[in-house]
């Protein structure tokens, strides 16, 4: 029997996570384009601008490890509560500084650096609660429908922003951001999964919990080639819209235009979503590497001819064809990756695919510089495109397969569910046991 597309909704936990990742994901649509031209406003400077987003990034890089194990030590509801509430906190004091005028670049960086921290507690957390909250054989389901939501929220989320960076100013939308957050921690307040973590498991160190992960890590070729991948294509899309969209955008059709191209890629990742809900594909990772390719053809259109109708149908495909990915990723990892390693290996995947994302901001300035913006774009392109080949030049990515549990025919009684989550738990007892192409949320 095949699951409906919508059979995630009938479980309350998974309603209550992809609420939350929905509150989060609409207002961390507009934090970048209102932190983009924040920036932008203070100095100008395409290089500054770098060094802010950069600051969030390699500072989320440092800590990702640990918030992966914290997030297989702890219940990861709460740790989602915990990092919203700290989300929303330094997002406010970001937005007061912009709006009264007393932001420096210095102080930007600042808290860039406390909101990547608090990311990297959160992001193996979320990704890995997923697989919590529905029966193993509707996550493909789950993982569509939840990015569905969130990709919804980023449509909208890039659309306000647009609007309320030219109407009211950067500030407004930083506002925005940190109100999501908060809102965000009260739905993750309510979610209560099945414990995942084996009942008296003996405490080990930090060290030793870094050592089983990575050795579940790399012990999955797939795994690391597809990770190796992403660290050349998330360095490329990073500082491509992150840094030289905004300045091209600056140069050429304006702001409120690039809020709708970003708004347009967050509308084919939507139907994305919904044609991952109904796709039967056995080799579903490979179909997700191959999707990627189209993020080229963006790169490429914004070099060449930065038009507003065909960027906007560029960034359309990109969405479409790369939530294919999105969708084939979470998935491969929750079938194939053991629930109580899962969010150690989030933060490995995520270390590894984020890692050049700094470097990448950092340098999109200076080589636009001295090379031009046109000229930097299409040498990103180009690395993309290699990246993509490489990852399915790997024969375990080409052939890993998608292989999905029975439907269920009704969700679990709650007198016969497993062990649940409570605050009591965040004690640990023992250490037992992701638009950039993945969004972090």
């Keep these: 029997m095949t699951a409906g597309a919508w059979a995630p909704l009938r479980y309350a936990p998974f309603r209550f996570l992809a609420g939350g990742r929905f509150a989060t994901m609409l207002g961390n649509a507009v934090a970048p384009i ?34 992966g194990v914290v997030a297989d030590r702890l219940p990861r509801h ?27 670049i210095g102080r930007l960086m600042v808290f860039g650096a406390i909101n990547g921290m608090v990311s990297a507690f959160a992001f193996p957390a979320s990704a890995a609660l997923v697989a919590q909250t529905v029966p193993p054989a509707i996550r493909r389901q789950a993982n569509a429908l939840s990015r569905l939501g969130t990709n919804t929220a980023m449509i909208a989320g890039a659309s306000i922003g647009g609007l309320l960076v ?21 739905l993750y307040s309510l979610v209560r999964v099945p414990d995942y973590r084996a009942a008296g498991a003996a405490r080990t160190t930090l060290l030793r919990e870094l050592r089983v992960g990575w050795r579940e890590f790399t012990g999955h070729t797939w795994v690391w080639v597809v990770v190796l991948g992403f660290c050349f294509f998330n360095a490329v899309l990073a500082g491509g819209f992150t840094v030289l969209g905004p300045t091209v955008a600056d140069a050429t059709f304006g702001r409120t235009v690039w809020g709708l191209v970003l708004a347009a890629q967050t509308a084919g990742m ?18 997700g590497v191959a999707c990627c390719a189209p993020s080229c053809l963006l790169l490429v259109a914004l070099a060449v001819t930065p038009a507003t109708a065909l960027l906007i149908a560029a960034s359309f ?23 109580d390693k899962l969010a150690r290996v989030y933060s490995y995947d995520a270390l590894g695919s984020f890692l050049a994302i700094p470097a990448g901001q950092v340098v999109a300035g200076p080589l636009a510089g ?38 269920p025919t009704v969700p679990v009684p709650a007198a016969t569910a497993p062990r649940m989550s409570t605050v009591d738990d965040a004690v640990p007892s023992g250490h037992p046991a992701p638009a950039l192409a993945r969004n972090v949320s």
């Design 317 to 339: 495909l990109t969405g479409l064809a790369t939530e294919q990915f999105g969708v084939a990723w979470e998935v491969s990892l929750q079938e194939h990756i053991p629930a």
């Design 78 to 104: 709460l740790v989602m509560v915990m990092a919203s509430v700290l989300a929303g906190l330094s997002q406010a004091v970001v937005a007061v500084m912009v709006l009264t005028h007393t932001a420096t």
């Design 370 to 407: 001295a090379l031009g913006v046109g000229t930097a774009l299409l040498l990103g392109a180009g690395v993309a495109a290699l990246s993509v080949i490489g990852m399915l030049a790997s024969r375990s990515v080409r052939r890993l397969t998608h292989t999905p549990a029975p439907a």
């Design 270 to 287: 939507v139907a994305g979503a919904l044609v991952a809900m109904r796709l039967r594909v056995r080799r579903l990772l490979r179909l």
């Design 34 to 67: 209102a932190l983009a031209f924040a920036v932008l406003d203070l100095t100008g400077s395409a290089r500054d601008l770098g060094l802010v987003v950069a600051a969030r990034s390699a500072t989320m890089a440092v800590f990702l490890l640990v918030g």
């Design 166 to 186: 030219v109407s009211f100013g950067p500030g407004w939308g930083l506002a925005v951001d940190a109100t999501t957050f908060l809102g965000a921690a009260a």
